[in-house]
């Protein structure tokens, strides 16, 4: 699954936008995930890691697998803002952290896991980067 780049919409973004259904679906993540929306994290979380993750894990128990897995691809140019590739390691460090308790850094090249969500198949998060 890939992770579209552009604007970052975190929890709480999208939660404060009464018109939008993804108040709905913030809460069932949230909830799957056993988050606390009170902890001063959690609302600052990135809804497409969230997302993301739930597809994987939903796809991977309909085709029966034992283990999921999320590659996060970075690619990196000239035009490449580094404070923003800073902002978003920092993001799904933050995330991995929030949801599974993971306390290291995803770098490029690694893979983080196994990690467990309810009855879900083995969660693993990697990191892959292309230099252009």
């Known amino acids: 699954m890939m992770l579209a780049g552009g604007c970052p919409r975190t929890v709480a973004t999208l939660a404060s936008n009464p018109r939008s259904k993804a108040l709905a679906r913030i809460e069932e993540l949230i909830d799957r995930f056993g988050l606390d929306f009170q902890q001063w994290h959690v ?30 691809y970075e690619f990196v140019t000239p035009l490449t803002d580094p404070g923003k590739r800073e902002r978003n390691a920092a993001d799904l460090d933050r995330f991995l952290n929030a949801a599974f308790g993971y306390d290291g850094q995803l770098t490029p090249g690694s893979v983080a896991g196994p990690f467990r969500v309810e009855t879900a198949p083995s969660q693993y998060d990697g990191k892959v980067q292309t230099v252009f």
């Not at 990135?46 to 939903?58: D, F, G, I, P, W």
């Not at 309909?62 to 996060?72: D, G, K, P, T």
């Open 43 to 72: 609302p600052q979380l990135r809804y497409q890691l969230l997302t993301a993750t739930a597809a994987v894990l939903e796809e991977a128990k309909r085709r029966a697998s034992e283990r999921a897995i999320l590659i996060v």
